[in-house]
């Protein structure tokens, strides 16, 4: 190939498509955790739950609805059919399932072959007292008691969960350092906040600012030190240039919010990449911090470190 595609070469390594899963009892989490990185990280979430009841409406009329469970087939096809169409689409998607209704780990593990390794799997658990709390807010919100019925459903599907999550592991580690395999006690969280910001933790990549001499050219050390050790490396005078000179919405948006300071020219030292007429000093801060974030999320892949230079101005 002429240019460096990762898509390419992800698939090279059997990762067709970029997804992670999420796996855990009733009650643990699931669903506000997937809303969480769809929110903050740009996933697009497959919920078999809902394809599954569009699945039903789909296969039934109003006069004749369509009675007893979903064929699994119809649900696969249908998530089949979205992971699918977003891949053509021509922009980068990501997908995290949400669970999964097969019947057995087995079924599940032989239909995601088709998309290759996930890039992660995170387990979410809760303790029971914060799962009985969960299900009579959503059952009985006036109750105090949750019922000896339900209380021995919660058992049971706490026993289920734990050999499931010890199946899906021993499959997962086999591909080493290509899944990241994650654990989430939503216990130990106070609010969605104090959860988005461990998710945050987990997923987002940190961040290490490259501050310099101007006498001293570090463009090619910094690209040696991506590449060693796979992290990205942004330059935030070069993303500014660049998108000024395209005039995409971005820059079109920093030109009119430009405001030219004196910067310090006497060292007398080269600019070939015009770093000083393009710096993030004569720019409105918060404007090109927005824009270095949603560069950081195009170009982040399974990097957890971002080199960022010539930020250190502002």
């Known amino acids: 190939m002429n240019e ?4 390419i070469f992800n698939e090279k390594l ?11 009892k009733p009650f643990s989490g699931k669903s506000t955790v997937a809303k969480l990185l769809a929110d903050t990280q740009g996933y697009t979430v497959v919920d078999m739950e ?17 009675e007893g469970d979903v064929p699994i087939a119809e649900v696969e096809a249908d998530v089949a059919a979205l992971i699918n169409a977003g891949q053509s689409s021509g922009k980068r998607v990501k997908f995290v399932f949400d669970g999964y209704l097969h019947t057995s780990e087995e079924a599940f593990l032989k239909f995601i072959e088709q998309f290759g390794v996930p890039e992660f799997v995170l387990f979410l658990t809760a303790e029971s007292a914060t799962i009985g709390q969960r299900w009579l807010a ?22 289920t969960n734990s050999a499931r999550r010890q199946q899906l592991t021993a499959h997962f580690e086999q591909f080493g350092s290509r899944v990241n395999i994650m654990h989430l006690n939503t216990s130990l969280v106070s609010s969605i906040e104090s959860t ?4 945050n933790n987990k997923f987002a990549p940190k961040v290490i600012l490259v501050n310099h001499e101007k006498s001293l050219p570090v463009d090619n050390t910094c690209s040696n030190l991506a590449i060693r050790y796979n992290m990205i490396y942004i330059s935030a005078y070069q993303v500014i240039k660049q998108n000024i ?22 060292l007398q030292v080269q600019d070939p ?8 000093v004569h ?27 010539g930020l250190c101005n502002s």
Request: net charge negative.
């Open 245 to 266: 000179q395209q005039k995409t919405p971005w820059g079109l948006k920093l030109q009119a919010n430009r405001r030219p300071k004196s910067i310090d020219s006497s």
């Open 283 to 309: 720019y409105d801060l918060q404007c090109v911090m927005q824009l270095l974030k949603e560069t950081v999320a195009a170009k982040k892949t399974n990097q957890k470190f971002v080199l960022l230079e």
């Open 138 to 159: 959503k059952n009985d919100p006036e109750g105090t008691e949750v019922p000896e019925d339900a209380l021995d459903q919660i058992k049971a599907d706490s026993a």
């Open 4 to 7: 460096w595609s990762f898509q």
């Open 196 to 199: 988005t910001k461990d998710l």
């Open 14 to 24: 059997g990762n067709k498509i970029e997804y992670g899963l999420l796996s855990g």
């Open 50 to 66: 809902k394809i599954s009841e569009a699945a039903r409406a789909r296969l039934g009329t109003e006069d004749e609805p369509f």
């Open 273 to 280: 990449f015009e770093e000083a007429e393009y710096s993030p």
